[in-house]
């Protein structure tokens, strides 16, 4: 995670689009530019940039195929593929169009490349419960990413909730 601490000045998030295109706005004038950033897809995702009303500002590229939105969602996992023992109570971190990332607390026995059900309801209106089946693919002391297994399948509602406001 980039933090103030880190550069000494507040670090701006910039959400990368599928042409390799950023919109960064900076902090102190809201002025607002696209900008070209496919050169650094592979290499550096933090930019020092400079605005023309004088203010200098670091910028986070992110690369990812979809909208992360940062959540605190309350939830149980169900880990389904080999071995299928363990679950327990979790919490929904971020979520996308592609996956999930959950937290849980104390020892867990999961694995990169298990499958699990997880079960959570969302903090709209609605209250909407979800059960997604996924897949495992990062782990992180006890942070957990996984990957919907079926993401075709977003669902009306879940596509809702993650339309940026």
Same mark, same amino acid.
């Given at each position: 995670m980039l933090t103030t601490q880190q550069y000494?000045?507040?670090v701006?998030? %910039?959400?990368?689009?599928n042409n390799d295109i950023a919109s960064i706005r900076c902090p102190k004038c809201d002025l +607002?530019?696209?900008? %070209? +950033?496919?050169?650094?897809?592979? *290499?550096r995702h933090t930019l020092k940039t400079k605005c023309s009303?004088?203010? @200098?500002? +670091? @910028? %986070? &590229?992110?690369?990812?195929?979809?909208?992360?939105?940062?959540?605190? &969602?309350?939830?149980?996992? *169900?880990? *389904?593929g080999p071995p299928t023992n363990g679950g327990g109570r979790m919490q929904v971190i971020n979520i996308s169009r592609s996956g999930v990332g959950f937290s849980i607390s104390?020892?867990?026995? @999961?694995? +990169?490349g298990q499958r699990a059900s997880l079960r959570?309801?969302?903090?709209?209106k609605k209250k909407t419960e979800l059960c997604k089946e996924v897949i495992v693919r990062s782990i992180r002391g006890n942070h957990i990413g996984c990957e919907f297994l079926d993401?075709?399948?977003i669902g009306k509602d879940l596509g809702f909730y993650l339309q940026p406001c």
């Open positions: 000494g000045m507040d701006q998030k %910039a959400f990368v689009k +607002v530019k696209d900008i %070209a +950033v496919g050169k650094f897809r592979d *290499t009303c004088g203010n @200098i500002f +670091v @910028i %986070a &590229l992110d690369f990812r195929k979809h909208y992360r939105k940062p959540t605190n &969602l309350d939830g149980m996992y *169900t880990l *389904t104390g020892y867990h026995n @999961i694995n +990169v959570f309801t969302l903090d709209n993401k075709n399948e």
